[in-house]
């Protein structure tokens, strides 16, 4: 799926939190980038993806990347709000929470949650192209969409049994999120992003269907939060 002002962004090096904080939005981008109780209705539920990251920048390996984020997802989502849960040793969760409509970062080792506003990206789609019938990931036969863009290419695999109201996310300009739910009107189960500073591929290996509580997609108790660099 696709993920802006600048936002938060990490250095790997050094022990001080700013110093962490990279100059460019590659982590929070594919973390973001990548969002049943029947196929009747709007997908509830769990999807389990793996990510494989290829760097494009000089000062961050591949395996760096893959440390940081992990290279299993745990994507749930119920109506509007949605959370993904990242196996790395420095990104640990991203939450958004649509009645705010901002995303909130957690941090390994950092109790304070960073946040962005989900109605800001600073992109431009430049071509939307659909095509039927492309490939197939767990048993469904997807159709794709491709966004070209300003930042790159957002190449997306789905299947309408996993439905997702567009409207929900009507206010998700960040990461192109909303622009490719208008197209496909479901959750992707392979996507493949593409950036001057990066590449990932995600596929679904697992789609659980189940009913989640809505205090799932809250924010912890008494959490600290911090709105990300501009």
Request: net charge neutral; glycine share 4%.
């Amino acid at each position: 799926m696709s993920w802006l002002p600048q936002p938060v962004q990490y250095a790997w090096t050094d022990l001080n939190f700013k110093s962490r904080i990279m100059k460019t939005n590659i982590l929070l981008f594919i973390a973001t980038f990548f969002a049943f109780t029947s196929f009747a209705q709007h997908f509830e539920g769990k999807i389990v993806y793996k990510d494989v990251y290829k760097s494009r920048v000089s000062n961050l390996t591949d395996e760096q990347l893959t440390t940081m984020l992990g290279t299993t997802r745990e994507y749930y989502i119920k109506d509007g709000d949605y959370k993904s849960v990242f196996n790395g040793s420095f990104f640990q969760w991203l939450l958004y929470i649509n009645s705010d409509n901002k995303l909130y970062v957690k941090f390994s080792g950092f109790d304070t949650l960073i946040w962005n506003d989900g109605a800001t990206y600073a992109d431009s789609i430049l071509k939307v192209e659909n095509r039927k019938t492309v490939t197939q990931v767990l048993g469904y036969t997807c159709d794709e969409v491709v966004l070209t863009c300003t930042s790159g290419k957002e190449i997306y695999y789905f299947n309408t049994q996993l439905s997702v109201d567009p409207k929900l996310f009507a206010n998700h300009k960040y990461v192109n999120w909303f622009a490719y739910l208008s197209n496909a009107k479901s959750l992707p189960l392979k996507s493949i992003i593409e950036q001057k500073e990066f590449t990932v591929e995600s596929v679904a290996t697992s789609v659980t269907p189940m009913k989640l509580e809505k205090a799932f997609f809250a924010l912890p108790p008494n959490a600290k939060t911090k709105e990300g660099p501009e």
